[in-house]
């Protein structure tokens, strides 16, 4: 029986890729001179600090169109932490991976709700589906993508 795999993961070079790019942005960029604006990437967070809210505001614009640039959705940056001192900024994003149980509960209710013919069942952090038939399975890809469940989803690991 043919099955797929619904994960939520992004590619961690492409991420130091635009953190990178952006970093050498702020760097060139006149309008942040003399602002100690910066950005760090840590295991799963991303950390960007500056001397103003309007230039902080700015960087994460830069980050949000490097992510675009280099296919990374935006909606693994997840929820972030504004620190305000007298003299610095500090924007700390964490990267979301994998999907939520929570999440997970909701698809799986979807499928079940719309799609007769498949079978979908939770794995830790993915979901997997299972249909008779290989068009059943584009028919639940395709519906998945139509919803937004405000995490991005990956779909691999077909199997026939």
């Known amino acids: 029986m043919p099955s797929f795999d619904i994960t939520s993961s992004f ?23 003399d ?18 809210d309007e230039r902080l505001n700015a960087a994460d ?14 909606k693994f940056l997840g929820d972030f932490n504004d620190e305000k001192t007298p003299s ?14 929570d999440i997970a509960k909701i698809i799986v209710k979807d499928l079940k709700q719309n799609f007769k013919k498949v079978q979908s069942s939770i ?6 589906v299972t249909g008779k038939k290989r068009d059943d399975l584009q028919d639940v890809i395709s519906f998945l993508k139509s919803n937004d469940y405000k ?9 026939d």
């Open 11 to 33: 590619d961690k070079q492409e991420v130091i890729n635009a953190v990178d790019q952006m970093s050498r942005e702020l760097i060139n960029r006149y309008d942040f001179r």
């Open 35 to 52: 602002t100690n604006t910066s950005s760090t990437l840590t295991d799963n967070s991303i950390i960007i600090k500056s001397s103003t």
């Open 61 to 74: 614009q830069v980050l949000r169109e490097k992510f675009a640039k280099r296919n990374v959705s935006i």
């Open 88 to 101: 610095e900024s500090k924007r700390t994003y964490t990267l979301k991976s994998g999907i939520d149980k």
């Open 123 to 128: 794995q830790d952090s993915s979901i997997r």
């Open 151 to 159: 995490i991005f989803l990956n779909y691999g690991n077909f199997r």
